[in-house]
């Protein structure tokens, strides 16, 4: 790892390990900045935040900040892959997704253009700022574009890898980022595969399928459900669009039934998703957590996945609910 | 410096030449936008013949010129240019807007036709432009791209935003040619939205800004010169001109922004572009 003064080490040493995704983006940049002379960087006056900065110090030749002008912003990287570049543009999720939506599909996903939005701040954990900030809409409105290529990070060390991934995939690339520290799920020796599910523990009585921060709540939630003699099956499903339907028909025929977790809208998010390929290969009961159709607030991010039932607690109590529709 | 009595000859021809394709192509799909390319089809021929590199064979030089449709609804001129530079088979402009066809009814990039950028959705252009200029820059090219916008694109918020960062970044290479024909589609700028003066806007966001007048082919050569030429900030060229020119029932209409003429109509606007006899019956059969 590359360290700088601008980046904090990823890890503080202190266990369990936490770290942001945000700041496994800006390490992931600056080995991209070194290996890819193609690689620019662009973005909206929040490059200390996004991790933006440290690429733009190393690389200023190659770092726009283009100012409070997400839509701007957009509409230039596509200009830039167009003429052979891999474009990553970076801002809050809110306003890379929520502002530049139109340029995403008419300037980079229509001409099938190689930029790749890697926005932080996404969801509830982005606490305090409260609903104005918590982007909690962002995977939907991504994933229905055709073409537009889905990658939801499950901590700091998928983060890391997902970036460096969607540099060589073909494409637009959407990488969903937090700006709190989370737990980190993954050894160093994990392999982040794009378009492939990835189990992170086997169990027949359900299958648990979460993505982002969520994936650290169903691990800890398996493991209560466990002493309960309940035992889960849990899937990382950090590719979202194209989504491992195979992954997905294998978890309702062996567990028949499925609960996902997700830090976003459960209208168009994950659940939604997980729940088109089930109907369309083995419908199985399903229950999903995740925002049922209400805005963020204040407070802190755990707080708020706990309040919005989000946490390993919250899953439990779900899980429990699902079980009994099966075995109704 | 005016044009030789030969060079401008050939621009006139090939404007013209945009103005029956565009009356055709439009008549043949019954639908589309035939005001907007009759009117900028003094500065589109003048651009394409005279400073654009682009040709068949300069078609895949990574470093070739650039060009940018922002108003993608006046495209049927766009094809006809494109046309007129061998890049799409003649026969295949009256395939415009039909299913299957590779004349969408707005620009979807299509490298082997020259198009370089999906446009239709207006306000988007000039930053798309701006990102290619600052790849040309970046790759030490004298690479120049051109951006056609209008006065009602000049309604949408994102130029503006793209305004301040070409003039920010000294896009120098980059020049937007702005069809201000007073007209959008509810009709007349002074009755739906008033953009004012475009050159002193533009001038006020740090750009190199030029009144123009988008018929005289001299003054816009001129123009397109002094773009070149500047080599601090982006130009942007306000070329004032008269919707449908050159049809007298289309001039400074709105109506006829985005509605197809039919067979009467057609033939009426062909006859004025000079076309008659066999060749009309050829053209209308």
């Not at chain 2, 190199?208 to 001129?222: E, P, R, S, T």
């Amino acid at each position: 790892m590359i360290a700088t003064p601008e980046l904090a080490p990823l890890f503080d040493g202190v266990e369990p390990r936490k770290a942001a995704t945000r700041n496994a983006y800006g390490e992931a940049l600056l080995e991209l900045g070194a290996s890819n002379p193609d690689v620019v960087v662009l973005d909206a006056d929040l490059s200390g935040s996004t991790k933006t900065k440290a690429f733009g110090k190393a690389h200023p030749e190659r770092f726009f900040n283009m100012g409070v002008a997400e839509a701007n912003m957009i509409g230039v990287a596509a200009g830039l892959a167009s003429q052979g570049k891999v474009a990553f543009a970076s801002s809050f999720a809110m306003f890379a997704t929520g502002k530049a939506f139109e340029q995403i599909r008419q300037s980079v996903c229509v001409p099938e253009l190689n930029v790749k939005i890697c926005a932080t701040h996404a969801g509830l954990t982005v606490g305090e700022d409260g609903k104005s900030h918590q982007m909690l809409e962002d995977v939907t409105i991504m994933r229905v574009i055709p073409g537009m290529q889905v990658i939801v990070p499950a901590d700091a060390v998928e983060a890391h890898q997902a970036v460096l991934a969607a540099a060589e995939i073909p494409g637009p690339v959407y990488v969903r980022l937090s700006r709190a520290s989370t737990p980190v799920v993954f050894s160093d020796d994990y392999r982040f595969e794009f378009g492939k599910a990835a189990m992170l523990r086997d169990g027949g009585d359900l299958a648990i399928v979460a993505m982002g921060v969520t994936v650290a709540a169903a691990l800890e939630a398996a493991d209560t459900l466990s002493t309960m003699g309940i035992e889960a099956r849990v899937l990382n499903m950090s590719t979202i669009s194209p989504m491992d339907s195979d992954a997905i028909e294998s978890a309702a025929r062996d567990c028949g039934a499925i609960l996902t977790a997700e830090e976003h809208q459960e209208n168009g998010g994950l659940g939604e998703a997980v729940a088109q390929a089930v109907v369309r290969t083995h419908p199985v009961p399903m229950e999903m957590c995740g925002m049922n159709g209400s805005f963020g607030q204040s407070g802190t991010g755990d707080e708020l996945l706990a309040h919005y039932g989000l946490d390993a607690a919250g899953l439990v109590a779900r899980a429990q609910q699902l079980l009994k529709r099966k075995q109704a | 410096m005016t044009l030789s009595q030969a060079d401008r000859a050939a621009v006139e021809a090939a404007a013209r030449q945009i103005r029956i394709d565009t009356v055709r192509m439009v008549h043949a799909a019954a639908c589309g936008h035939p005001g907007g390319p009759i009117g900028m089809a003094d500065f589109m021929a003048t651009l394409f013949l005279r400073h654009m590199n682009l040709s068949p064979e300069t078609l895949h030089r990574p470093d070739r010129d650039r060009f940018v449709l922002g108003n993608g609804h006046t495209c049927a001129g766009y094809y006809s240019i494109l046309s007129q530079k061998g890049l799409i088979p003649r026969d295949e402009l009256l395939t415009f807007r039909k299913l299957g066809s590779r004349l969408q009814g707005h620009p979807h990039r299509t490298p082997d036709m020259g198009i370089d950028f999906s446009t239709g959705s207006l306000g988007n252009s000039l930053s798309v432009s701006l990102g290619m200029a600052l790849a040309a820059k970046s790759n030490g090219w004298d690479t120049r791209v051109y951006s056609a916008s209008s006065d009602g694109e000049s309604q949408e918020g994102q130029i503006w935003e793209a305004a301040t960062a070409a003039a920010h970044y000294g896009a120098s290479n980059l020049t937007v040619l702005v069809d201000f024909n007073n007209v959008q589609i509810d009709g007349h700028m002074r009755d739906v939205m008033d953009v004012r003066d475009l050159r002193e806007k533009y001038e006020a966001f740090g750009w190199h800004a030029l009144d123009v007048d988008g018929h005289d082919i001299d003054a816009i050569d001129a123009a397109l010169v002094a773009a070149r030429e500047e080599t601090a900030r982006p130009s942007a060229l306000i070329c004032h001109t008269l919707i449908g020119k050159g049809v007298s029932f289309m001039e400074d209409q709105p109506g006829w922004h985005g509605v197809a003429p039919g067979d009467e109509d057609a033939r009426k606007a062909l006859a004025e572009l000079g076309i008659e006899g066999a060749e009309l019956e050829a053209m209308m059969a």
